[in-house]
């Protein structure tokens, strides 16, 4: 969203993705006195190049939605989905939503969370009868200057697709 929308809209988006850029695995040895060591070894990755794949398993859609007297929180599971690097430098990406793995988790349990679900599925939300999968790309990306460690430190711009509308995030 640039500067100039911000005020045409209350509403704000947010995009985040988390890649690493270190590996820590333990090694056991054995010590000179027999017994066993334990240490901890952190391994430095090359810089990514090129398309990667993501982990489908491992990623998702944290979704937020509010209305006048509620606020709930969930997840969408990803269909397929990569990322495009330069010189280790996130430069791309598009994403597959699957519409249909779409849950509430501040509803979990509770026999509210199945209404809901449905009411999002249905045709007043997401439709996805007509419409089972959204798409996320990646237009630009811009470095966050000041960012400190384990902060967010890219922004990330896109187009978000739902029921075969494109609109910039």
Not at 9 to 38: D, K, L, Q
Request: charged residues 20%; glycine residues 8%; aromatic residues 8%.
């Amino acid at each position: 969203r640039s500067p100039s929308d911000a005020s045409s809209s209350s509403r704000a988006s947010a995009f985040a993705i988390a890649i690493p850029t270190r590996f820590v695995n333990w090694a056991t040895r054995r010590s000179a006195s027999g017994g066993n060591e334990r240490s901890l070894r952190v391994a430095e990755t090359a810089p990514p190049d090129g398309w990667l794949e993501i982990d489908v398993a491992e990623s998702g859609v944290e979704w937020v939605g509010r209305n006048l007297l509620n606020k709930h929180y969930g997840r969408i599971a990803l269909k397929s989905g990569k990322l495009r690097f330069d010189q280790g430098h996130l430069v791309g990406g598009e994403f597959t939503l699957d519409m249909r793995a779409l849950t509430c988790q501040d509803l979990a349990g509770d026999p509210l969370h199945d209404v809901l679900i449905a009411h999002l599925m249905s045709h007043d939300f997401f439709d996805i009868e007509l419409y089972p999968d959204a798409r996320f790309v990646i237009t630009a990306t811009e470095r966050v200057v000041g960012a400190t460690p384990g902060a967010p430190n890219l922004a990330v711009s896109g187009d978000l697709t739902l029921k075969g509308v494109s609109r910039a995030l």
